[in-house]
């Protein structure tokens, strides 16, 4: 079992940055792929970014290509996500997910990630 756990949101303007953070504990040699993905009210989640646990590999929503960065420290056990220029439609909960499987293409679909962190809300305002 992998356990995640989220930090790092808040309320900012549109136009400012935000890092969240997503700490992850047990099994975490068995993590292939690490994702975030976010929820806004009445929608479905959606997939943000995920990269590679071991590697360097990348993947963006195009809503957040360019603007958003994920990165993870090993030596930590945790994964990052850099948010710049944020606007009101990022306002979502934020959630971190875990994957111990690989595949290709990488997977954006949130149901093949079997561990999950609480979740954090970001809030833009306009």
């Known amino acids: 079992q992998v356990q995640l756990v989220e930090s790092g949101g808040g309320l900012v303007q549109a136009g400012d940055s935000l890092r969240l953070s997503c700490a992850a504990s047990?099994?975490?040699?068995?993590?292939?792929?690490m994702g975030w993905f976010r929820q806004a009210p009445g929608k479905e989640r959606e997939f943000v970014a995920r990269?590679?646990?071991?590697?360097?590999?990348?993947t963006y929503a195009d809503s957040v290509k360019g603007r958003f960065t994920i990165s993870r420290d090993n030596t930590k056990n945790t994964g990052y996500l850099q948010m710049n220029t944020l606007k009101p439609e990022d306002t979502a909960v934020y959630y971190c997910?875990?994957?111990?499987?690989?595949?290709?293409?990488?997977?954006?679909?949130?149901?093949?990630?079997?561990?999950w962190g609480q979740g954090t809300q970001v809030t833009v305002s306009s």
């Open positions: 990269i590679r646990w071991g590697g360097v590999s990348t």
């Open positions: 997910a875990a994957r111990p499987l690989g595949g290709w293409p990488p997977v954006v679909v949130d149901t093949e990630y079997p561990y």
């Open positions: 047990g099994r975490t040699n068995s993590i292939y792929a």
